[in-house]
């Protein structure tokens, strides 16, 4: 299975803050890679698709970069609805996995 | 508007037996495949099964292979998963979540979720 490694694990920011989170694969996945945002006793929601397509909905201070092993996520300017754990997850196999999640924290 | 939604999730004892159903509403079901995802409490995601649109194509977790059966109705608009011999590791909410491609193959990602069933394995 290719395993996905995310960090830092946890990030606590200010409202307003440039945020970056890092997504790494074991093996090349190409851009076969999305975000979700999920809250406390919530479902995922979808944000970013093919390393760097937002979904419908998603505000524009979400975007997504990378290809090949190596991915980034950026909230470029943090708001307290932001305040969520965010999962990378490849799509390169049937067997799809995740990241062991980032939680972000507003400071 | 996509709607999915779980039932079935309760209390179980080891070695029991649990189907969980998703049912879905808002789009063109049997165009879509539907993946069955779980997070154990305080953990994070896994990928348990899937099944394509047609129903033709099934694929499993390794930590499930053998023991849990996913099937779909699309007269229905359901989708199901038995799960027998089951395990405290599998205590878990379980989402169904809907894959991104109209072609209804496996190996997207999900632009949809239901709100999870909790599937609890305990004596």
């Known amino acids: 299975d290719i395993q996905m490694t995310q960090s830092p694990p946890t990030l606590s920011a200010f409202v307003g803050d440039r945020v970056t989170i890092t997504c790494r694969a074991s093996e090349s996945i190409s851009v076969f890679l999305a975000w979700y945002q999920q809250k406390p006793g919530k479902a995922p929601k979808l944000l970013i698709y093919r390393a760097s397509s937002l979904d419908s909905g998603v505000p524009s201070r979400f975007s997504g970069s990378g290809s090949g092993t190596e991915f980034t996520l950026t909230i470029s300017s943090l708001q307290p609805d932001d305040s969520a754990t965010y999962y990378c997850?490849?799509?390169?196999?049937?067997?799809?996995?995740f990241g062991q999640g980032t939680k972000v924290e507003i400071k | 508007e996509v709607q999915l939604l779980e039932s079935g999730g309760h209390l179980v004892q080891p070695g029991g037996s649990l189907r969980l159903s998703c049912a879905a509403s808002g789009f063109s079901f049997s165009t879509y495949a539907i993946s069955w995802v779980r997070q154990a409490p305080g953990k994070g995601l896994e990928w348990v099964s899937g099944?394509?649109?047609?129903?033709?194509?099934?694929k499993y977790a390794d930590s499930v292979k053998g023991r849990f059966t996913i099937s779909r109705d699309n007269s229905k608009n359901v989708v199901y998963v038995q799960m027998n011999s089951l395990r405290a590791e599998d205590t878990a909410v379980y989402y169904c979540a809907k894959e991104g491609s109209t072609t209804g193959m496996l190996g997207y990602y999900f632009d949809s979720w239901g709100q999870g069933t909790l599937v609890t394995v305990s004596s």
């Open positions: 099944v394509t649109g047609s129903g033709q194509t099934t």
């Open positions: 997850q490849q799509y390169n196999s049937y067997f799809r996995t």
